[in-house]
Every structure is written in C-alpha cells, then in structure tokens.
C-alpha cells in the first residue's frame, strides 16, 4: 500500500509525514526519499527497543543507537547531556541525522538534543505511540522540563520526515491509546465535527486498532496540525487553538509529578475543564458539551484527581508557557470544530471547573 504523504510547512523547509501500515520495515527507502543522509545516528528508549528494536535494526542494520528512559520525569537537561556526550563520542557532525524512535518524550527530548547540538542537526521522527503520531511528532515543537513546570526549555525545530507506522500500536497497551485518542478528541473539537463524530462512531474500531480507521484518524489529525502550523508555525496567534486541553492538563501533570497522569489523560482533563468555562459563558451548547463529556466518559476511566487541591493547580497554571504579560490565555470551544482565544478568566471560573472535574 502506497503510504499517505502529508506535507508541513515551515519556514526553513517542508518535510513528508508518511502515514500507512508496515512503514518502518521500509524505513530505509523513506528516508532516501527524504533525502536523509548515510550519516545516522538513532535514539529511543528500552521499553520500545524491547518491543521494536529488532525490525528497526533490521530495516536500518549497523546503525548505532542509544537507548534512554521515556518517563515523563527523564525529560529533563541531565538526559539531554547523555545524549551529548554519546553523540560527540560518537563522532556525530553537522551533516548527520538524529533518528528519534518512540513516544512523545522522546521525541521531545531528543528533538531538542537535535535542535541544540552543534546548534542544530536534522532530525527524524519515527513515533510508537498514537499520541506522538498524531500530535508531537508534527509541527517541530522540542523541548524538556523543568522543576517549575512543562515544556519551559524549548525549541522550534521542524524534523525532516515523520515517519508513522499505525502497525507499531498493535503493542501499545490499551492505556496509551487512549492517552492519543483524547489528542484526537482535541482535533475533532477544535478544528473537524467529521472527526470527533468518526470517533464517536467507531470506538470499538479504534481499540481494536483496525487498519483503515487507524490510518484515517491519524492522517486526519495529522493533516489538521499540518494546516494550523503552515499558518503559525511559532505560536504567534492560530497555533494556540492545538493547546486545547492543555492549560489545565500541564498544570494536573506538574502538581502531580509527572507520575499519576499521561499526558493525554491530562489533556482530557483539561479539555473538561476548558469546556465547562465554555459552556458557562455561553459559548458552547449543551449537547455538544455533553457530546464532549460522553465521549471522553466512553474512552475509560481517568486516574482520579479528587485529591488535589483547586489553589495548587491554579498556581501551577500561572508559571505555564501560555503565560503572556501576566495575562493565561486558554483555549475555549465554540462549538463542536471551532474554538476562540480568551484572556480574561476569572479564578472563579477556574475553580469551578476544576471541581466539576473532582479537585477540591
């Protein structure tokens, strides 16, 4: 089968995500046709070597890799210094490619090593799980925590290929195709009714990971984050309508450590959160925003939050990136595939939607 071609543009290059089943058997003809060089160097972490490392090796044989850990709480500067020192011992110049084999941590992490050294190497996703497929392989966003918060060492540096087998999910644990399918849910609320009404009707699809409709979800998304980025590519204005979710979600994951949610189990979170403040300001209607609820209910359980308190994630909320002038902006929905940018939430708001999700 000839792999969907989606093509994203930024403002140093456009670069190919390839989307089909059985692609990474083929790795070796894509990034030719990516134009990657024979100077490669791969990183992933132990979990997806252990599952996937002897197809990649096969398809890419002799090439040497580096193997670290993917949790949330190993993004940080102390693996970015693994990752170089490996890759100056390793003889690693100006003309080779870092190759990023995994989930969204990796990608993350290792695409901002590729961003910084040598100030900047090319860079190739090859992302095993639907969330990295879907969401953070695309769109040249890198970076790794910091104690104080998420994502606040970062870099913009596009890949030159996204490589994405929907194969690869048939090893992912049930938990972790959720934590992608909420990212789906995003696009589907921000951007494409089709989408989120394609989730709603073909769920038991989805986690029986059925090759066409796995392919169409992820080509959908891939090709929604594709528009949004050609047009703001640095977050200046459109780009924020993909941090749906995300204000309330990256404030959850940081006062919980890193270690109670996945990220998109944290998104889902967020995405309540933002539209109960939507639909008490009128903005979303009523059966949309129990379209929303449903379908986030329906996907299974999210790790409770009962726990937590309201006034440590409103703080947590006020170091976020999101942060302009003193001022959070956040995402709200405007309907089922429509969102606006507001600036003027009140504490009240939050906190109310924080304890309609179960914070005290």
Same mark, same amino acid.
Do not use: M
């Given at each position: 089968m000839q792999p969907t071609r989606i093509d994203v543009s930024s403002s140093s290059h456009t670069y190919p995500v390839f989307v089909a089943h059985g692609l990474i058997p083929k790795l070796q003809a894509l990034l030719s046709e990516a134009g990657v060089g024979p100077r490669r160097f791969l990183i992933s972490s132990p979990n997806v070597w252990k599952r996937h490392g002897d197809v990649v090796t096969d398809a890419l044989p002799g090439i040497k890799h580096l193997l670290v850990s993917d949790g949330e709480r190993s993004k940080t500067q102390q693996t970015l210094g693994r990752i170089y020192e490996w890759l100056i011992r390793n003889g690693a110049d100006r003309q080779s490619t870092i190759i990023a084999v995994g989930g /969204?941590?990796?990608g993350d992490t290792v695409g901002f090593a590729a961003a910084t050294f040598l100030r900047g190497i090319a860079l190739v996703h090859v992302p095993t799980t639907l969330l990295a497929q879907v969401d953070s392989a695309v769109g040249g966003k890198v970076g790794v925590n910091h104690t104080l918060g998420k994502n606040l060492i970062g870099a913009f540096h596009p890949p030159v290929a996204v490589i994405a087998d929907p194969e690869i999910l048939d090893t992912l644990p049930r938990r972790e195709l959720r934590a992608g399918l909420y990212e789906v849910v995003k696009y589907g609320v921000i951007a494409s009714r089709s989408l989120f009404t394609l989730l709603v009707n073909n769920l038991s699809?989805?986690? @029986?990971?059925?090759?066409s409709v796995m392919t169409e979800i992820i080509s959908a998304s891939c090709h929604i984050k594709a528009e949004v980025v050609a047009a703001d590519e640095r977050e200046g204005d459109r780009r924020r309508v993909l941090n749906f979710g995300h204000t309330a979600g990256h %404030?959850?994951?940081?006062?919980?450590?890193?270690?109670?949610l996945r990220h998109g189990e944290a998104v889902a979170y967020g995405m309540l959160? @933002? %539209?109960?403040? /939507? @639909?008490?300001? /009128?903005?979303?209607? @009523? /059966?949309d925003h129990a379209a929303l609820t449903d379908l986030i209910r329906r996907m299974g359980p999210l790790p409770s939050v009962t726990d937590l308190s309201a006034a440590d994630i409103l703080d947590a909320m006020t170091r976020d990136k999101k942060v302009v002038a003193g001022c959070l902006h956040m995402v709200l929905p405007n309907g089922l595939g429509n969102t606006v940018i507001v600036d003027d939430i009140a504490e009240r708001e939050t906190k109310e939607a924080l304890q309609a999700i179960g914070v005290s």
């Open positions: /969204g941590v990796i699809s989805i986690f @029986a990971r059925e090759p %404030a959850l994951e940081s006062v919980t450590h890193y270690r109670r959160v @933002a %539209a109960h403040i /939507g @639909a008490g300001r /009128g903005l979303l209607d @009523a /059966g």
